[in-house]
Every structure is written in C-alpha cells, then in structure tokens.
C-alpha cells in the first residue's frame, strides 16, 4: 500500500505573528487567540486539545481531550485518574498539550507540568454535566480491555436503573488535572513556510522569556 502526498501544499497568508504586537504572558497571548477562533466560527470545538504523555511502557502516546477552563494558573481537563493517561502522570507529570486551529493557521504547543486540582473543584464540574456523562464515567472502566460493546451498554442500563431519581455522586477516580505550563509556543503560519514562532518560557523569578524560533 503506497499514497505520494508530496503534492499536497498550502500557502499559509492569513496572519503574522510580530513581536510588537504580542502580550507580556504567554496566558494573555493565550486568551487573545482563544477569542480570535471563537469568533471566527470555524473550528467545530476550538477547545480541543490534543495531550502527550509518556506511558508507563516507555512510549509517548498523544491523544485528543477537551480543555474545561484556563486560568492565569494554566490548563484544566477531566479524566479517569485510572486511564491510561491518568497512570502515565502519576508516574510522570510532564506533558505536552497542542491547539491545532487550521481554519487561523496557528498552533500553540504547551508544556508543562500537570497536578490534580481540588476534590471540590471536581465535584462542582462533574455536578454540571449531563446525567447521562455521569453515568458514563462510572460505567467504564477507562483503558481497560472490555469484551464487547454489549458489555459497556449493559453496565449503563443497570446504573440508569439504580440512579433513576437519585443523585449521581463523582467517583473518586475521576476528576481534573491542571496544567501549569513552563514553555509556550505560538506558532502563525507565513508563507515560503517561513512560520512565525514565538516561545515563552517560564524563569526562575517566575517572569516569561520571549524568543523567536526559526521554522
């Protein structure tokens, strides 16, 4: 099986990323961008993240999550602590969190260091989803082998049964992580793929150092 994409080219002419023109922190760079692609309705779920971990077998593994808040502190998400990624931050909390917003042409790349937040905190975010997602993070046993689908939908219909006019409690294994980040990246697609990247990092005094990167 064999498919060239050689041919396959883009001229990325929408933006530029200047440093004149950029924020102090990289959170307030961060919001500015976020606004931007909200207004500009043309990504599905502009929150969409994707997180790289390195997994208790060695490997690195990325995958698509949805970000729920960010503060001045960093970036919020909910998991099963007993996932796959759940046990790969307890053995190793630094990860890698990248916004891909194509319809912009930008990215923004995130590392940092990811810590439970509080059991209150939690329980507020789980108390507003729907039922139904409540019900579903008891149900599944994330990452775990399951013989069939058939299995997963039973589970459901016996909790939807047992909780029926009852109040869902969050379980303890699941909850939120937040990311505090120690380097950002905001990249801005030029042409002659001569991108623009701008990096913050994060120094001792807790102030942000800002370089340019060269494509």
Request: glycine share 6%; aromatic share 12%.
């Amino acid at each position: 099986m064999q498919k060239d994409l050689s041919n396959y080219r883009k001229s990325y002419e929408k933006s530029a990323l200047i440093e004149d023109a950029i924020l102090e922190t990289p959170l307030e760079q961060f919001q500015r961008w976020f606004y931007e692609i909200e207004a500009s309705d043309g990504v599905d779920e502009p929150n969409a993240m994707t997180i790289s971990t390195i997994g208790l077998d060695g490997f690195p593994k990325s995958r698509v999550v949805l970000m729920k808040k960010y503060t001045f502190e960093g970036f919020i998400f909910y998991t099963n602590y007993d996932s796959e990624k759940g046990r790969a931050i307890a053995e190793n909390p630094s990860v890698c969190l990248s916004f891909f917003w194509p319809n912009l042409e930008r990215q923004v790349i995130i590392k940092g260091n990811a810590g439970k937040i509080a059991e209150n905190l939690s329980d507020g975010y789980f108390e507003s989803r729907p039922v139904g997602s409540q019900l579903g993070a008891i149900a599944s046993e994330q990452s775990r082998v399951v013989a069939s689908r058939k299995v997963l939908e039973e589970r459901l219909q016996k909790l939807e049964k047992e909780y029926e006019n009852k109040e869902v409690e969050r379980p303890e294994n699941w909850g939120g992580y937040l990311v505090k980040p120690v380097s950002i990246e905001f990249w801005q697609g030029r042409p002659n793929r001569l991108h623009d990247r701008i990096r913050y990092t994060l120094q001792d005094d807790h102030d942000w150092k800002i370089e340019r990167l060269q494509p």
